[in-house]
């Protein structure tokens, strides 16, 4: 037996006990759930519910002075428990369940003292929807080492471990509007999950594993190289600073994410890919190739993982958006545009327009899976007027209301229409949604 697979063994022999300090990390974070969430008003509350023990304990009261340090002091357990977790074992999801713990006890600290009321609002939602964040965060940032257990794998056994996490992020992002009452993702804040937790949290993770992973891998290819060890590391520490860079502005151009890029998002972004190739490409590595090759396979392949499911499920919710407003909606407008100038009146309810023949049939919104999704077009009919709206993804309802056009707007038609003028049919549309063409950001 060599050393090395001595080394190996031992070290499996030892991974019951990372597993012991990582749900002991868990237990930490829960603990600090129930001493620091809201009270309910219950005598008898449920297991799940917060007490606030912590807010009334006279040994913490100093803490309360400061959030940050109440963070730093609840957090420490936890982030001492997922230490011991890597010094004692190589099991990736007990490294996940640390992260994700250090993450939850960071959440529930801060939204506990300086956030409570939010927390006091939502209640059990709240809870629920820090502990999803922390759980989609703290397997993000493990995403490596899942990815080295992960490539382990033949090939039936990695789609059938992949597939759920594939199912469940996209229909997060699909499903999440946060604005209809019969989607069972949408209670406020339900779509902090999608919102912050993917779209931000996560999209930041694979871009920071995205750089890490080209930088070091151009510091890996120097040193098969010798004779051009030094364009090859600024070249690959270009690339992982910068290519990271064009995602984000890419992404923000064609409104896939939900903030719009500037120099407060790049400058973290460069900063943390910088600090990132140093860190992989020097520590642990001892100046040994192979594991700079492995490190940049396993940050490539977290890097996709995340990156697949995320992308798939902003492009699916981007088309969403435009078929249920661009062409379903359109369908329904143009009909009730036709039914009033042949009536004189709008329509009571929409079924009134198949029966007309003004459509075959009243189209259901193209927003999320069937299967969680049994939204509809919601119409009121104000006789001359009326509203048409649906929910879409991000917090967006999206509302449609006819323009009113009085005898001076007739007037003033008519003059651009001498002038050789003409008014722009997509614009008069556009004027009357509450909600953009595409998707908003939401900062």
């Known amino acids: 037996m060599t050393a090395s697979e001595a080394s190996t063994r031992a070290e499996r022999k030892l991974d019951w ?82 992260y994700s713990a250090v993450v939850a006890c960071v959440l529930f600290t801060y939204y506990g003292d300086a956030a409570s009321r939010i927390w006091e609002f939502f209640y059990w939602r709240t809870s629920a929807v820090l502990a999803c964040m922390a759980i989609t965060l703290g397997f993000s940032l493990a995403t490596p080492f899942l990815a080295e257990s992960w490539l382990r794998r033949r090939w039936p056994l990695r789609i059938a471990l992949f597939l759920p996490v594939f199912c469940v992020v996209v229909g997060f992002i699909r499903n999440a509007t946060g604005t209809n009452p019969s989607l069972q993702f ?80 790049y400058i973290p972004i460069a900063v943390a890919c910088a600090l990132a190739i140093a860190l992989a490409s020097t520590v642990g590595v001892r100046g040994r190739p192979e594991k700079l090759d492995a490190r940049v396979l396993h940050m490539a392949a977290g890097a996709v993982l995340i990156a697949v499911p995320l992308i798939i499920g902003e492009v699916w919710a981007r088309w969403d958006y435009y078929v249920t407003r661009e062409q379903q909606a359109r369908s329904i407008n143009d009909a009730l545009a036709a039914y009033l100038e042949q009536e004189e009146i709008y329509p009571d309810e ?67 229409e001498d002038s050789g003028g003409a008014s722009d049919g997509d614009e008069s549309f556009d004027a009357s949604w509450s909600c953009p063409s595409k998707p908003p950001e939401l900062w």
Not at 30 to 57: N, S
Request: aromatic share 14%; glycine share 10%; proline share 7%.
């Open 350 to 416: 929409m079924i009134e327009l198949v029966e007309a023949n003004y459509l075959d049939a009243v189209p259901t919104p193209s927003i999320g899976f069937g299967f969680l999704y049994d939204g509809e077009f919601r119409y009121r009919s104000f006789g001359s007027s009326y509203i048409l709206e649906f929910p879409a993804p991000r917090w967006v309802e999206c509302a449609y209301t006819p323009s009113y056009e009085d005898d001076d707007y007739a007037d003033e038609e008519e003059d651009a």
């Open 17 to 98: 006990l990372c597993w012991v300090f990582g749900v002991l990390a868990v237990l930490w974070a829960y603990l600090v759930h129930q001493g620091i969430g809201p009270a309910p008003v219950t005598i008898d509350p449920a297991w799940y519910q917060p007490t606030g023990f912590m807010t009334r304990a006279t040994w913490l009261s100093f803490a309360f002075e400061s959030t940050g340090l109440l963070i730093a002091i609840l957090t420490f357990p936890a982030l001492a428990l997922t230490i011991a977790v890597f010094l004692t074992g190589r099991s990736a999801v007990a490294r996940a369940l640390g």
């Open 186 to 265: 949408s209670i406020s804040p339900w779509p902090a999950v999608p919102v912050f937790g993917m779209e931000v949290g996560t999209l930041f993770v694979m871009l920071w594993l995205m750089g890490a992973a080209m930088g070091t891998g151009g510091i890996a290819l120097s040193h098969r190289h010798p004779d051009q060890k030094i364009p090859l590391i600024i070249g690959g520490v270009m690339l992982g600073v910068t290519a990271p860079l064009l995602f984000v502005a890419a992404g923000s151009a064609m409104s896939l994410l939900p903030f719009r890029a500037g120099a407060e998002t």
